[in-house]
């Protein structure tokens, strides 16, 4: 991906396998955020091709690869922050649903998507919080209550961007363990600087560094690896 000359990924081979938690980090401007936005179509790679599922989806628009089951959330938590947890939900349910712009159907045709929004928000633990405004919600509940929406979208692969950023330790923890659950049954591909949670939680790790892949393979492998240490993991550790 190249702007205005200036090459920010180069040469990128990435695999993701099904089933798999893959982390992708690596220091600031490494490229990652990039690679993200290239992956889920903000982005159109000035060379290259990017296949998903065995479809090629290079020239497809965001909404399209959404369609066909790859979702990303944002660094920053993107909810309805004066609607309740359920209407949150049901918000993000209407799209699979065909009523996102049947505007003129009664609340009672909305009313029947309440089950399935109760269980997105229980299977994210926010159960007791559904008839709460999600701005009462603390920090790490509120990427929970992101991670229901877009678990809504009933994606095969999802991309989060920096799901730890600005927690504290216990919502850490808690979104860890979201994150374990709900990757039983999908693939999921992080950007994440929290080491301690990379090596917790993902089966591989593909270490980026000035827009190119520098190592790849699972946490000890590339921890071990002096270019990382050098580029990245040796200053976090310092």
């Known amino acids: 991906m190249e702007f205005r000359g200036f090459v920010a990924v180069k040469d990128v081979t990435l695999s993701v396998n099904e089933g798999s938690i893959h982390a992708l980090i690596g220091p600031n401007g490494a490229g990652k955020t990039t690679v993200f936005n290239l992956l889920t179509k903000f982005l159109t790679p000035t060379r290259g091709q990017i296949v998903f599922k065995g479809a090629d989806i290079t020239r497809m628009k965001p909404a ?105 330790h216990e919502d850490i923890g808690r979104i860890s363990d979201l994150i374990r659950r709900i990757a039983r049954n999908r693939t999921v591909l992080m950007v994440e600087h929290n080491l301690n949670v990379v090596a917790d939680l993902c089966d591989r790790v593909t270490v980026l560094a000035r827009g190119e892949i520098l190592s790849d393979g699972s946490y000890d492998t590339v921890s071990r690896d002096p270019r990382v240490r050098e580029a990245y993991m040796g200053t976090e550790h310092e």
């Open 64 to 168: 399209e690869v959404a369609r066909l089951g790859l979702v990303r959330s944002f660094q920053i938590s993107a909810v309805f922050p004066h609607l309740t947890l359920l209407d949150n939900v049901r918000v993000a349910l209407q799209r699979p649903s065909g009523l996102a712009t049947q505007f003129w159907r009664s609340s009672n045709t909305l009313a029947a998507l309440d089950e399935r929004a109760m269980e997105l928000i229980d299977a994210v633990n926010l159960s007791s919080y559904a008839d709460l405004p999600a701005t009462e919600l603390s920090y790490g509940r509120k990427r929970a209550l992101e991670i229901a929406t877009t678990l809504a979208l009933d994606p095969a692969m999802l991309l989060l961007d920096e799901p730890m950023a600005g927690m504290g």
